[in-house]
C-alpha cells in the first residue's frame, strides 16, 4: 500500500472516529439528563408551589412563566422582526442605510445575553421602576429574538422565486398586496423554522431572565399579571443550584432539566412534522 | 388613492420603522451599557482596572484582570477542542459519512443547540467536576472543565458553518484534483479545505464570540474565584460568571456596580469586534 | 490497424441506475495518436471518456460491464489502484478549473500528491509542464501569484500543465477548448498538435472542424452508440454509414 493510500485510510478512521464521538457525547448527554430527572417529574412536581427552604417544592409556576413569557416575547418580536426582514429583502436599495440596518442586526444578534439581562435591567427594573416583572423579562427575550428573526425572514422571502413577484404584480396587484398574498405564504416554512429556533432558546434562556424578571415567582397561582415576578424553569435550576438553600435543589434541578429537554426535543419533533408537510404539499 | 395604494404606503412606512428599530436598539444598548460602564473610571484607575489581579471591591480593589484572563483561557480551550472536532465532523458529514449518518448528526446537532445552557452547566457541575477532582486532581471547577462544556455548546457553530463552506466548494476543483490521481483525503486537505477557509475561519470566529460570551453554563462549572488562572483544575472566575455571581448584591450607582458593568461593556465590545473580523474574512475570501 | 494501442475497450454498456447510456462500445486508442470522439448533444461520448480514468466512480448509480484495457489489464478489475490509474491518465475538463493556488502550486500539486517533496525536481517540473503547454514564457515570472488572475485560454493551459505534470500516459480532454475564445482555442489546437509526441490523446469534441484538423482518429457517438471509428481523414471524406455522413454535412446535430 502506498504511502498516499494509507494516509488516506488513517484519515477515513479519524473522520469516523470523529462523526461517531459527537453522536456519543449527544447520546451520554440526553441519558445523564433524561436518566437522573425523568423520575422526578409527577404531577405533584409540575403543578405545586415552590418551597423557600424545605425540601418538596414544585415548578408549577416556573412552568407557567416560561411559556407566558415565551409567548409574549414572540408576540413583541414577531411583527418587528419579521417586518425588518421583508424590508431588508423587498425594499431596501444597496446603499448606506442598508448597510447600517445589516450590520446592526449582525452587532445585536453578537450581544451576550448577559448584557441584553444588564440591559434590560436598567431600562425595565430601574428605568421605569417596574422592578422584576413578566413584562421585563419578555421585553428583554424579545430582544434575542429580533436578529435571528430578520435574518431568518430576510432569506426566506429572498428564496421566494421572482416569477411569483412578476406573476403577482403582472396581475395588477401593488406590492404589499404581492408580499402579504403571494411571498409571505411561501415563505413561511422558513420563518416558522426561525420561531422554532428563537422559541427554543428563548425557553432555555437564563441571564436575560434573571435581571428583568427576576429569581421569585407571584404567591398567586397561575398568576397572569404582566407585573407580577417571572421565575422561569431555566432561571430556576440555576437559582436552585446556586442558593442552595432547599436541601433537594439537586432533585429539582435534575427535574427540571429532564423537563427542558424534554419540551425541547418536543418542539423539534413536534414542529418539523407539519413543516414537512407543508413543504411537500407546496412543492412541484 | 385606493384603499390598496393606501395599506400599501402603510406597509412601506411600518416595515421601514420596523427595519431602523433594530439599529436603535443596538444603539441604545451601547449607549445605556457603556455611559453605566465608563462611570467606573471616575472612581478607579483605568491602568488598575485592567492589569490588577487583585479584585476586592469592598476593600477598594477593583483589578479585573482575573476576568479578563479567565474568559481568554476559557475560551481557547473551547476552541483547541471544539474547532478540530467540529471540522472533523463537518469533513465527515460533508464528504465521507452514509446519508443515514449524515441526517443523524444534523439532527444532533439541532438537538446540542437546543439544550439551555444553565442545562450544560449542571451536568457539568454533577458530573465533570467531580470526575476531574478525581482523576486529575485539583478542585475540578476552573478553565479546563468549562472549556470542555463551552466546546460542545459551540460544536453545532463549527459543524454547521463548516459543512456548509465544504459544500459549497466547487466539484469541479473536487474533480481537478482526483483526476491527477489523488486520494479522496488528499484532496479534502490539499484543495476543498484551503477553498472553504474563509467561511470555516468565519465559523471559528462565530464559535469564540459565542464561548466568550456565554454566562450560565461557564458560571457553574468555573469555580468563582476571584484569582488569575494558576492551573487548569483550579477554580477562577470569567467575566460573565463575575458579573452574574455579584451583579445582585452591588448597589446601583456604586463603583462596584459600575465596575460590573464596564466588565459587561467589555464583553460587548470583545462581540462587536469578532463581527467585524467575521466580516472582514468573509470578504477576503471573496475577493480571491 | 497496425498501430500500438494504447486502450482497448469492448463491449462497453455504462448504466446509470437503470438508465443505459452507453450500448456495446468498442474500439481502440492508439498509441501516439490523437482519437476524437464526435457527436451531438447527449450521445454519451463525454460519459464514455469518463469510463476510461473511471471518474465515472463518483457517479452513484453508474455501473460499467464490458472490458476497458489498458496494457492489457482491465482497468475496472477489483484489485486496481484506482488511483493509481488517474496517475497514468490525465483529464483536462471543460471548464478550466485551476485551483485558488499560486501557478507554481497549482502545477505543483500533482507531484506533491504523490510524494515528490524535492524543489529542485518540482521547480524542473513546474518548468517543464508550463513549456509542455506553451504557457511558460506567459507566466515563469508570475509564478506565486494566483492562477485565478490568468485568463480562460491561459487557464485552461494551465490545467494542461497541470496534468502533464505527473506525466501521464494518456491524456483525456473534454471539449477543452469549447469555453474559450477563438484564439486560445488555436493555441491549445496547436499544443495537442504537439503534446501528440509524447502522449496518447482522446479528446471529445463538438466543434467537427475542430477534429477534422487536429485528429488521427475519429469515433462517431449517436444516443449512446458507436456508429462509426477509422481515420480521421476517411471518415470525414468518404464515411461508411449514413448516419455519419448526415451528421458531418450538417443535417442534424
Known amino acids: ?284 | 388613492m385606493n384603499r390598496a395604494r393606501f395599506s400599501d404606503r402603510i406597509a412601506l412606512y411600518l416595515l421601514t420603522f420596523s427595519a431602523i428599530t433594530v439599529s436603535l436598539v443596538i444603539a441604545a444598548i451601547l449607549v445605556f451599557v457603556g455611559k453605566e460602564g465608563l462611570l467606573t473610571f471616575l472612581d478607579v484607575n483605568p491602568i488598575e482596572f485592567f492589569f490588577s489581579p487583585d479584585w476586592n471591591p469592598p476593600a477598594g480593589r477593583f483589578g479585573a484582570l482575573p476576568f479578563f484572563v479567565g474568559s481568554v483561557a476559557a475560551t481557547a480551550i473551547a476552541l483547541l477542542i471544539g474547532a478540530p472536532l467540529g471540522l472533523a465532523g463537518a469533513i465527515f458529514m460533508a464528504k465521507i459519512s452514509p446519508g443515514s449518518m449524515r441526517t443523524a448528526m444534523r439532527q444532533a446537532s439541532n438537538l446540542f443547540v437546543g439544550i439551555p445552557s444553565v442545562v450544560y452547566g449542571y451536568i457539568g457541575m454533577t458530573t465533570l467536576v467531580p470526575w476531574v477532582r478525581d482523576n486529575l486532581g485539583g478542585q475540578g471547577f476552573g478553565v479546563l472543565v468549562a472549556g470542555v462544556i463551552l466546546a460542545i455548546m459551540v460544536l453545532p457553530t463549527i459543524l454547521g458553518v463548516s459543512e456548509d463552506a465544504i459544500r459549497s466548494v466547487d466539484v469541479a476543483l473536487e474533480e481537478g484534483s482526483l483526476g491527477l490521481g489523488a486520494t479522496r483525503w488528499q484532496t479534502i486537505w490539499g484543495v476543498i479545505l484551503p477553498a472553504a477557509r474563509p467561511r470555516i475561519l468565519a465559523g471559528v470566529i462565530l464559535a469564540f464570540a459565542r464561548a466568550f460570551g456565554e454566562t450560565t453554563a461557564v458560571q457553574m462549572v468555573i469555580g468563582n474565584s476571584p484569582t488569575v488562572v494558576r492551573s487548569l483544575t483550579a477554580g477562577t472566575s470569567t467575566l460573565t460568571s463575575q458579573i452574574i455571581m455579584e451583579m445582585g448584591q452591588t448597589p446601583p450607582g456604586s463603583p462596584w456596580n459600575r465596575a460590573l458593568f464596564m466588565m459587561a461593556f467589555g464583553l460587548l465590545v470583545v462581540s462587536l469586534i469578532m463581527i467585524l473580523l467575521v466580516r472582514w474574512v468573509s470578504n477576503r475570501g471573496v475577493a480571491k | 490497424m497496425s498501430e500500438q494501442m494504447r486502450m482497448t475497450v469492448e463491449n462497453v454498456d455504462l448504466y446509470y441506475g437503470n438508465f443505459r447510456a452507453l450500448r456495446s462500445i468498442t474500439l481502440n486508442i492508439p498509441a501516439n495518436r490523437v482519437t476524437a470522439l464526435i457527436g451531438p448533444s447527449g450521445c454519451g461520448k463525454s460519459s464514455f471518456l469518463r469510463c476510461l480514468n473511471r471518474m465515472n466512480d463518483l457517479v452513484p448509480g453508474a455501473r460499467v460491464s464490458g472490458s476497458i484495457l489498458m496494457d492489457g489489464e482491465d482497468i475496472y478489475a477489483p484489485h486496481v489502484d484506482v488511483v493509481l490509474l488517474r496517475k497514468r491518465i490525465g483529464m483536462v475538463f471543460q471548464r478550466p478549473n485551476p485551483f485558488p493556488m499560486s501557478i507554481y502550486d497549482n502545477i505543483a500539486y500533482g507531484p506533491r500528491i504523490h510524494g515528490e517533496k524535492r524543489k529542485a525536481v518540482l521547480d524542473e517540473l513546474v518548468e517543464s509542464s508550463l513549456r509542455g503547454a506553451a504557457l511558460w514564457e506567459e507566466v515563469k515570472d508570475r509564478l506565486s501569484k494566483s492562477a485565478l488572475g490568468l485568463s480562460g485560454g491561459q487557464q485552461q493551459r494551465l490545467c494542461i500543465a497541470r496534468s502533464l505534470a505527473v506525466k501521464p500516459e494518456l491524456l483525456l480532454m473534454d471539449e477543452p477548448a469549447s469555453a474559450l475564445d477563438p484564439i486560445s482555442t488555436a493555441k491549445v489546437e496547436d499544443l495537442i498538435r504537439e503534446l501528440r509526441e509524447n502522449y496518447s490523446i482522446v479528446i471529445v469534441t463538438h466543434n467537427m472542424q475542430q477534429a477534422a484538423r487536429i485528429s488521427d482518429y475519429t469515433a462517431f457517438f449517436l444516443s449512446g452508440e458507436l456508429v462509426e471509428y477509422g481515420p480521421t481523414g476517411t471518415m470525414f471524406t468518404n464515411p461508411r454509414d449514413q448516419r455519419t455522413e448526415d451528421y458531418i454535412t450538417g443535417r442534424f446535430g
Not at chain 1, 494516509?7 to 461517531?20: N, V
Not at chain 1, 403571494?182 to 423554522?193: E, F, K, M, Q
Not at chain 1, 432558546?201 to 421569585?216: D, F, K, N, Q, S
Not at chain 1, 432539566?257 to 418542539?267: G, I, K, Y
Open chain 1, 1 to 284: 500500500m502506498t504511502r498516499q493510500r494509507m494516509g488516506d485510510r488513517i484519515a477515513t478512521a479519524l473522520l469516523w472516529a470523529a462523526g461517531i464521538l459527537i453522536l456519543v457525547i449527544l447520546a451520554a448527554f440526553l441519558i445523564r439528563i433524561l436518566g437522573q430527572g425523568l423520575p422526578v417529574l409527577d404531577w405533584n412536581f409540575l403543578t405545586s408551589k415552590p418551597r423557600a427552604m424545605a425540601a418538596g417544592g414544585g415548578i408549577g409556576p416556573q412552568l407557567f412563566n416560561t411559556f407566558y413569557i415565551t409567548a409574549l416575547s414572540l408576540l413583541i418580536s414577531l411583527p418587528i422582526g419579521v417586518g425588518a426582514g421583508i424590508y431588508m429583502a423587498e425594499y431596501a436599495k444597496p446603499g448606506r442605510l442598508t448597510e447600517l440596518i445589516r450590520l446592526s442586526t449582525e452587532a445585536l444578534a453578537s450581544v451576550p445575553s448577559i448584557v441584553l439581562g444588564l440591559f434590560g435591567m436598567i431600562l425595565f427594573v430601574n428605568g421605569m421602576g417596574w422592578g422584576f416583572t413578566i413584562a421585563g423579562g419578555a421585553l428583554a427575550l424579545s430582544l434575542l429574538n429580533l436578529p435571528v428573526l430578520v435574518r431568518v425572514t430576510e432569506e426566506a422571502v429572498r428564496a421566494v422565486p421572482q416569477s411569483y413577484r412578476e406573476a403577482s404584480l403582472g396581475l395588477g396587484a401593488t406590492r404589499w398586496q404581492t408580499i402579504a398574498k403571494v411571498i409571505l405564504p411561501s415563505a413561511l416554512p422558513g420563518i416558522l423554522t426561525g420561531v422554532t429556533l428563537v422559541a427554543g432558546r428563548a425557553i432555555g434562556e437564563t441571564a436575560i431572565l434573571i435581571y428583568t424578571a427576576g429569581v421569585t415567582v407571584s404567591r398567586h397561582f397561575p398568576d397572569p399579571s404582566l407585573m407580577a415576578a417571572g421565575e422561569t424553569l431555566a432561571v430556576r435550576i440555576w437559582a436552585v443550584k446556586s442558593e442552595g438553600l432547599v436541601p433537594d435543589a439537586d432533585r429539582i434541578a435534575a427535574g427540571t432539566s429532564a423537563l427542558l429537554v424534554l419540551v425541547v426535543l418536543v418542539f423539534n419533533f413536534l414542529l418539523a412534522a407539519p413543516l414537512y408537510w407543508y413543504r411537500s404539499r407546496n412543492s412541484r
